[in-house]
Structure formats: C-alpha cells, structure tokens
Antibody, heavy 119, light 106 residues
C-alpha cells in the first residue's frame, strides 16, 4: 500500500525556519511528481509547491515563493519542504501528496503535519 | 491564474436526497478538473478526475459533469457517510488551484 508519512511540524516563532519531511513507501518514488498542500485552521486547501520526479523542476505558490524550498532525496524516498521567514499566516496542516502519473490529480495523501507560527 | 468559484458554500440535506455542487472556472480548462471529499480531521480523498471519471473504489452515487466552464459534482441518494466538505481542483501550466469548498451536512 502507498504510504506517505509527514514529520517535522511544530510550534515556531514568526521569522523562524522549519524543515518538513515526508517518507514515502509502497510505490516507486522516483516515478512520481510530488506536491505539498496546506490547510489553515478552519480553512480550505491551498497548493504550496511541486517537484518533478527527479527534483530538477520546482514550482511554488506566490504566497511562499522565495521563502519555501521543495526538494527530494530519491535514494531515501523522502520529500522535504524547507520553510524560512515563517509568518503567522503559514500556520496550517501540511500534506505531502502524490500525483497520479501523467495527470495533475492527487491520488495519495499523507496524514498531515501541523505547523504553528506564533510568538 | 485560473479562479475556481464553488457554490453553495454549504448545504444541508437528508438521507436519500440528490445534491449538486458547482465549480465555475474563470476560463476554459477543457476537462482537467477533479473533485475531492474531506472528512473532519482526515486528508482529502480523490472522487472524480477529468471532470467525470469515477476514481476506483468510489461509490457510483458520485458523478461529475461539465457544461462550458461549469463543473458539477452530483451525489444521488445521499448517505450518512457522505457528510463532508467537497473541493474542486484544477491545474494549469504554472499553478494549481482549489475551490473554496462546499460543506455537506446530513
């Protein structure tokens, strides 16, 4: 079975940094594009970032561009999200998500990890 | 970026009812739209892709359709377990967008 397990979420002060990780198993990680999607408390879903299968191409939402960096370690089947200059509005559950091959649809989601930005 | 406008933002219905949720796109996207179901405290689940294709394992009471820039998710014979928030999603060359969500209460 496909498994995506996020980790790294915690309480951090505004302006701080945090690195999220997502451990993937049950599928050939190197074959899939991966994304991060977040959901603020009581809010809807917001796409954050994506990376292609080998990590050579990345894209970001305007709200995080220049502050967040997505990366992947295909040898360790792990996806990362480096978050710098964190703001209160970055508070959310962050989901690691797999994209169905050849499409832009999310067919597998992790359970999410909570990031709280507060002083 | 393409905007997705979902309506209604919430609805209340009874078991056995037929309900529809609409997602209007700000420009044509062919049929590149998906629907997800999210229950409280859980990750979203893919229901419909390519506007009208049913994801494997999803009950046949869920269906999707499109007319121009209006995409519709329909649930026939609503069941108690269908109580959830539903989101539409599209992708263009540069970014990905979700609709604002529709909460369905039973």
């Amino acid at each position: 079975d496909v498994q995506l397990v996020e980790s790294g979420g915690t309480l951090v002060q505004p302006g701080g940094s945090l690195r999220l990780s997502c451990a993937a198993s049950g599928f050939t990680f190197t074959n899939y594009w991966m994304h991060w999607v977040r959901q603020g408390p009581g809010k809807g879903l917001e796409w954050v970032s994506r990376t292609n299968s080998d990590g050579s191409s990345t894209t970001y939402a305007d709200s995080v561009k220049g502050r967040f960096t997505i990366s992947r370690d295909n040898a360790k089947n792990t996806l990362h999200l480096q978050m710098n200059s964190l703001r209160v509005e970055d508070t959310a559950v962050y989901y690691c998500v797999r994209v169905r091959r050849g499409t832009s649809y999310f067919d597998s989601w992790g359970q999410g990890t909570l990031v709280t930005v507060s002083s | 970026a393409i905007q997705l406008t979902q309506s209604p933002s919430s609805l209340s219905a009874s078991v056995g009812d037929r309900v529809s949720v609409t997602c209007r796109t700000s420009q044509g996207i062919n049929s590149a739209l998906a629907w997800y179901q999210q229950k409280p405290g859980k990750a979203p689940k893919l229901l419909i892709y390519d506007a009208s294709s049913l994801e494997s394992g999803v009950p046949a009471r869920f269906s999707g359709s499109v007319s121009g820039t209006d995409f519709t998710l329909t649930i026939t014979s609503l069941q108690p377990e269908d109580s959830a928030t539903y989101y539409c999603q599209e992708f263009d060359s540069f970014s990905l967008t979700f609709g604002g969500g529709t909460r369905v209460d039973i």
